[in-house]
């Protein structure tokens, strides 16, 4: 009697532990839903809506500019931030806000992405710390699925803050 | 082309309905290894990604902590990701993060300051550096032959694992 429910025991544990690596193999190389908060991904992303976010293009460092990407915070390792790639490593950025009279820019470091969100005057990003180190990258947005009503792929940047080079349009 | 992907359609249910009828001990083995393919790579790659993981540490920056004779024999270490699960690392700890500078590849240093402390760099674009909040500042044993913090800065929590 002891014996069995010894062995049921076991074999739900060994079940559980199969599946929550199975789990984590998936939200780990796969995809993972996120539900984002925050005003700072305006109209693209409203506060409360839930994306998908995939994890392949970042292992095998496909992220591209203009992609919406979740990215570990540079200051608190538990927060995420969402955001879009506005430039990759070598390229340059333009680092002085639309009313300032003479423009700054500045070439993203190696190894490095500068985010920006799409609501530019309620965003905190790499505008204020800079460029961050391309592995805090977690995944690339692909899909928004809820709102029901604003279902399917993301939208291209409306802030026109990607600066396009010569190698872009090949 | 479509008369092939027809017959294709067509042919794969009825030979799976005709092997049901005779289990051989080639399918049974077939069916073993699979079902133990898909319990083995799950929680091996779990083991790795959370728990443990075996590296071998190349390069002088370390030295003589970590390779001291240099040159043909590298030491293999194996690094604790369980003890980082909370972003908790101690001063002296040797840690192995993402290099900033290429995301593809793993550096191997010590931590040398914390969030909060006040570090006099070697080397760096400035002499006296305060660590910004979650970030740490690292520094190879080996100073001078080593591409730490006095190169790229404060390092942040890119992917690291702990050697104590």
Known sequence: ?170 | MVLIMLIATLYSPLSSFLMAQQTTAGRRYLRAFVSGFFVAVPVTVTVLDRFAYVARVEGASMQPFFNPEGGLKSDIVLLNRWSVRNYQVQRGDIVSIVSPKNPQQKIIKRVIGLEGDFIRTLGYKNQYVRVPDGHFWIEGDHHGHSLDSNSFGPATWTSSSCHR
């Open chain 1, 1 to 170: 009697m002891f014996r069995r429910v010894l062995g049921k025991t076991l074999g739900f544990v060994g079940y559980t532990i199969q599946y929550g690596c199975i789990a984590h193999c998936a939200f780990e190389y796969i995809g993972e839903f996120v539900v984002c908060s925050g005003p700072s991904m305006e109209p693209t992303i409203i506060n409360h809506d839930v994306v998908f976010s995939e994890r392949m293009s970042r292992h095998l460092c496909k992220i591209q500019k203009g992609d919406i990407v979740i990215a570990k915070s540079p200051y608190d390792p538990n927060m995420n931030i969402c955001k879009r790639v506005i430039g990759l490593e070598g390229d340059k950025v333009c680092t002085s806000s639309p009313s300032d009279l003479f423009k700054t820019h500045t070439y993203v470091p190696k190894g490095h992405v500068w985010l920006e969100g799409d609501n530019l005057r309620n965003s905190t990003d790499s505008r204020s710390y800079g460029p961050i180190p391309y592995a805090l990258i977690r995944g690339r947005v692909c899909l928004k699925l809820w709102p029901p009503h604003s279902f399917g792929t993301l939208s291209e940047s409306p802030t026109k803050r990607i600066i396009k080079t010569q190698s872009d349009s090949d």
